[in-house]
């Protein structure tokens, strides 16, 4: 399922359509990416050579021509993040706006460290683009992936919230002394992808493969793997390395997620439970609780969300504000 080979190729001759459950993909630069060591003054002797750049004048055609393949073999309901930099990112969003594909969201990933610069802002972010190939009735997207719907952060937020913003502070890797690719995206951005946006033996694919790293993580996440590199000395070497993956090897490093609590989440509510929350909302803080922690214990006893409760008790606040009676409320 790995193929040294340019993806548009590859993809044509060896990928049927709507075949694929996820791709991921870290395109060439498109900014002279080949030379960046000697403009960075960056020591490269680890890394393996032969990196193929797209050139700027080529970069739109080039995209359009990929990423139609990849809306092409990705199956209705699966998922596409790209990765980018912010030059060619243009010619990016362009060639996505002329598929069928839909924006899910633009992420934003913060890094811990960017080239310095004197006479402008540092760079330190790349953009992560998720789109999804409708129709979007069986999407995938796991949204308890790495945490339970009630779980809290020291602050008292949730931390399912923070974990899905659109922004992810995530440090590249440093990897002294070993061989590697001109790039590389670290182990944990792959893992948070990969575990949101496929399931168990499903097929993740990479356009460009380069240090293989998204098809390593797939098959130690016990998902299936392919991809397309053209640089033969980056796939002669990692192809003998991925053979030393194991299927599911890196499952039990990953967090023992609790169930989910907010059972009742998303589900109508009935009149009946809203008299029910209403009185013994009124029950717990006529004892002196507060109001936050009044609808923190209802929340977890009607298996639903803290901001459902506190819309019907601060609908009543509003009822009693007026010149009406509570039954009325339900009327």
Not at 172 to 196: A, C, D, F, H
Request: net charge positive; hydrophobic share 30%; proline share 4%.
């Amino acid at each position: 399922m790995f193929y040294n080979l340019d993806c548009i190729e590859g993809a044509q001759k060896y990928l049927k359509s709507n075949s694929v459950n996820l791709i991921i993909c870290d395109p060439p630069y498109g900014i002279n990416g080949d030379k960046l060591d000697k403009h960075y003054n960056r020591d490269e002797s680890n890394v393996l050579d032969g990196y193929v750049e797209v050139s700027q004048k080529d970069y739109p055609e080039f995209s359009a021509r990929w990423i139609n393949e990849a809306a092409r073999v990705l199956r209705p309901g699966g998922s596409i993040y790209i990765v980018s930099g912010y030059s060619q990112l243009r010619h990016i969003l362009n060639a996505l706006a002329n598929t069928e594909l839909q924006e899910r969201n633009h992420i934003i990933w913060k890094y811990n460290f960017g080239v310095y610069t004197s006479k402008k802002f540092i760079s330190s972010h790349y953009h992560i683009l998720y789109y999804v190939k409708p129709p979007c009735n069986n999407l995938t997207f796991n949204t308890n992936a790495f945490f339970a719907d009630n779980e809290k952060s020291e602050n008292g937020g949730s931390m399912n919230y923070l974990d899905r913003e659109d922004v992810w502070i995530i440090n590249r890797e440093y990897k002294p002394g070993q061989i590697k690719n001109k790039n590389e995206l670290p182990k944990s951005l792959l893992t948070k992808m990969i575990l949101y946006s496929s399931n168990p033996n499903d097929m993740v694919c990479d356009f460009f493969l380069g240090s293989f790293s998204t098809a390593k993580i797939a098959i130690g996440l016990g998902r299936q793997a392919c991809g397309f590199e053209l640089n033969k000395n980056a796939f002669d070497y990692q192809i003998k390395e991925i053979e030393k993956i194991k299927s599911g090897e890196l499952l039990p490093e990953l967090r023992n997620v609790p169930e989910n609590k907010l059972f009742n989440k998303g589900k109508p509510l009935t009149q009946d439970e809203i008299k029910k929350i209403i009185t013994e909302f009124s029950q717990l803080t006529q004892k002196g609780i507060t109001k936050k922690m009044a609808c923190n214990s209802i929340s977890e006893k009607y298996g639903r969300g803290y901001w459902s409760i506190l819309n019907i008790v601060s609908s009543l606040d509003n009822l009693n504000r007026k010149p009406q009676t509570t039954s009325s409320f339900f009327d």
